[in-house]
């Protein structure tokens, strides 16, 4: 079997359910870490003081950090390349 057949073979209920599964992990995960990018680039006044306690440019670097990983959790969640070897 050629691999141009491989992919153009429909897929199963449950192949489907598991990219649709990935798909919301990788969604809600992407969110989630740009949010905590923010979080930790942008502190708010109550948690502030947790924060500062830290290295200022390790925080940075750790919400830039959290904004990368989260995009490329969203683009993975978009691409759908789950089952290509």
């Known amino acids: 079997m050629a691999l141009e057949e491989f992919e ?4 199963s209920e449950r192949e489907k359910g598991i990219i649709r599964m990935r798909t919301i992990t990788n969604y809600g995960m992407g969110v989630f870490l740009i949010l905590v990018g923010f ?9 502030q003081g947790y924060i500062n306690q830290y290295d200022p ?5 750790f ?3 959290c904004w990368l990983y989260g995009g490329f959790r969203i683009y993975r969640g978009y691409s759908k390349n789950y089952f290509r070897n």
Do not use: Y
Not at 39 to 47: A, G, K, L, V
């Open 8 to 11: 153009r073979e429909q897929m």
């Open 39 to 47: 979080f930790f680039m942008f502190p708010i006044r109550s948690t």
């Open 57 to 61: 440019v390790l925080i940075k670097v």
């Open 63 to 65: 919400a830039v950090v």
